[in-house]
């Protein structure tokens, strides 16, 4: 009777001081940009680490240096919103920190684009729609030098870390689970609508198209651009808009539905300036908290917003809920409900 006592005091002592420090429940959130310490024009990538350890890569883009970027960790999950090449990956860092905040130094990832890169090396689930997810398949086979097939399941979910590289992918509106060997809960991924393109690169295709396409300047599309929803199993619901313009999904899937109370939002000028930006968290989205992303201009220095930029406008017009910047490098730390309990 007295050990069991002791054995429970211990044991409340231990889950209030993982609590107090942070185990276990919250996500983290660390943008990988070009720039340490700062949000810059071509910034996108971005790892969310659940609290069971699944560790999941958005839109690898070009603000990382490839497979080889030593800031990535463990993925076991890779996450594409469309095949623009900023998100896809046509190009990577020459070197971290390489060029200017306003405009970082890239090379070519030609012909497999970072996305493939990090999928073969890591091991990943390849989640995304599936025009998109066969494309970059393909890619990870090429590189890897075997097919990637699709990722086997447990009791419907995908469990993580993998063996080797597979695909998880779905149609718009679909949901994949990931969950690590372990865990009892998985993390929900699910598809949803951007009111936006998605053409790929010409210099990622193989001739004859590449050759052929040249002629007109033009791509094909690898099907229907998306966002993402995403449940972690703390309770946090992160949306992440990809590239879009306003859309009335926003509010009647986004938050009526999947209850989304973190936004990630893309911001850039040819699809969501700062009024539509600021109109789509305070109207439509309406989350407790923001996340500002790609911003395809350069926006701090020394990990200030500067004035006069479109990011400084978006937020000033968001109305009753804290907006964070993406600064690279910076791990932020949320709970379920989508407060930021360190680093911001
Ligand atoms: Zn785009
Ligand atoms: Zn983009």
Redesign the pocket.
């Known amino acids: 009777m007295k050990m069991t006592t002791y054995s429970h005091a211990v044991m409340v002592f231990a889950l209030t001081l993982g609590w107090s420090l942070g185990w276990a429940q919250n996500v983290k959130i660390t943008p990988l940009g070009s720039h340490a310490g700062e949000f810059c024009d071509r910034d996108r990538a971005t790892i969310f680490e659940d609290p069971t350890g699944v560790r999941i890569l958005y839109d690898a883009g070009q603000s990382v240096t490839g497979a080889d970027d030593p800031r990535l960790g463990d993925v076991h999950v890779v996450l594409l919103?469309?095949a623009?090449g900023?998100?896809i990956g046509d190009r990577k860092m020459a070197a971290l920190n390489a060029g200017t905040c306003e405009k970082p130094d890239t090379v070519s990832a030609a012909p497999n684009s970072t996305t493939a890169e990090i999928a073969a090396a890591k091991n990943a689930a390849v989640v995304m729609v599936a025009d998109l997810g066969v494309f970059i398949g393909k890619k990870v086979e090429k590189i890897r030098g075997k097919p990637t097939g699709a990722c086997a399941t447990t009791g419907g979910d995908t469990v993580v870390p993998l063996v080797a590289p597979c695909l998880a992918t779905m149609q718009l509106g679909g949901k994949q689970t990931i969950k690590h060997s372990g865990a009892s809960r998985a993390v929900e991924i699910t598809t949803v609508f951007a009111s936006?393109?998605?053409n790929v690169p010409r210099e990622l295709l193989t001739d004859p198209e590449k050759t052929n396409l040249a002629a007109d300047n033009m791509s094909i599309s690898l099907g229907p651009?998306t966002g993402f929803v995403v449940k972690f199993t703390n309770g946090l619901t992160v949306y992440l808009s990809?590239?879009t313009g306003l859309h009335s999904e926003m509010k009647t899937i986004v938050h009526d539905f999947h209850k989304a109370n973190l936004a990630f939002l893309n911001l850039g000028q040819n699809?969501m300036p700062p009024d539509a930006a600021a109109y789509a968290v305070n109207e439509l989205a309406q989350p407790t908290t923001v996340i500002a992303s790609h911003p395809n201009e350069w926006v701090t220095a020394d990990g200030k917003v500067r004035p006069n930029t479109r990011t400084k406008r978006f937020i000033d017009m968001v109305k009753g809920r804290p907006v964070y910047l993406s600064l690279s490098g910076k791990t932020m730390e949320f709970d379920g409900n989508a407060k930021c309990v360190a680093g911001c």
């Open positions: 919103s469309h623009h900023d998100h936006h393109a998605s651009p990809g590239d699809a």
